[in-house]
């Protein structure tokens, strides 16, 4: 650690709004992750209160071998990743791991330090595990939180280092095996990329890079009809990441000429539209979404219409 990152830690626990006491048992449990034997317990307190003090991801960044020791337990169960040897009690170590380093992530004083540092390539191992057990499951959903933190904010530099290390594709991987929490999670990070300017630049302009992303947008679209529980909580919030996403890529005039050929008709069915018909703010997306990509084609336009129900072709007409 340099003299500054030890003079900055130092400072951090000195100063304390919620009390001695309690700035005294977080530097202690900081400093029992060094300890093999105290490491478990510690990760697990701290991960567990990670919200309570808004301070921690800079005392965890500037505190001694911290990070090195966070790193050294997520890469400890690479080995177990092609093996049917992983264990819940591991998983859940390294998740504590990953839930403190999504804090450091989010963090305002912390998160372009830590993509300096190239920290979230530790994570692709378990972004692109296509191993669907619970314990897998566990490690892929959190880092996905890592780097949903770090795009939750709209930040370019944040975007550029995601797309210059090949994280999309990671990410997209895990929109195809994860569970619904994960495929939820993995299409919110995908959209917060097309938001920003440069990413749906870099989505739209290669064919193979937009149709990877049609690909697996579609096939989501398609498990959510096969599975019939489109209504329920979770499942409608993908819905409507699926649609922002959509509508986001049909601003791009050469993704919109994609999406004129692989746009699925599932969208356009009522059971689809009636779960969102609430949220005015998706079905306006649709709305946009189905104008945009018709805008220009006559012939298109009727087509897409017809199937649509009265209150999307409102919005459409409107």
Request: charged share 20%.
């Amino acid at each position: 650690m340099s003299n500054h990152s030890e003079s900055q830690y130092r400072r951090l626990s000195r100063s304390s709004d919620s009390g001695d006491s309690e700035m005294t048992m977080v530097a202690q449990l900081i400093h029992e992750i060094q300890n093999p034997e105290t490491r478990e317990r510690a990760l697990y307190i701290l991960s567990k209160n990670r919200a309570v003090r808004g301070d921690l991801a800079p005392l965890l960044w500037h505190s001694f071998g911290t990070i090195t020791t966070l790193l050294q337990e997520i890469i400890s169960v690479y080995h177990l990743l092609s093996s049917p040897y992983l264990t819940d009690k591991a998983s859940n170590k390294v998740c504590n791991a990953l839930v403190l380093l999504q804090g450091i992530a989010a963090h305002p004083d912390t998160k372009m330090l830590f993509i300096k540092a190239k920290i979230p390539l530790y994570l692709t191992a378990f972004l692109n595990n296509t191993n669907k057990e619970k314990s897998h499951e566990f490690l892929r959903l959190s880092s996905l939180g890592v780097i949903g933190a770090l795009v939750k904010v709209d930040d370019a530099q944040v975007v550029r280092f995601l797309l210059s290390s090949e994280i999309l594709p990671s990410v997209l991987r895990c929109m195809e095996v994860g569970n619904e929490l994960s495929k939820t999670v993995a299409t919110f990070i995908v959209y917060r990329i097309l938001l920003n300017d440069e990413g749906l630049k870099y989505c739209s302009v290669l064919a193979d890079r937009f149709f990877a992303i049609g690909h697996v947008l579609a096939k989501m679209i398609e498990k959510l009809a096969e599975d019939g529980r489109i209504a329920e909580d979770q499942s409608k919030r993908l819905l409507k990441h699926i649609i922002w996403c959509y509508h986001r890529l049909s601003e791009s005039p050469r993704a919109c000429d994609g999406l004129r050929c692989c746009l699925p008709m599932k969208l356009r069915d009522s059971s689809f539209i009636n779960v969102i018909r609430d949220d005015q703010t998706a079905m306006h997306c649709l709305g946009q979404l189905f104008h945009n990509v018709a805008a220009g084609h006559p012939s298109t336009t009727q087509k897409a219409l017809q199937p649509v129900s009265p209150l999307l072709g409102h919005l459409i007409g409107g």
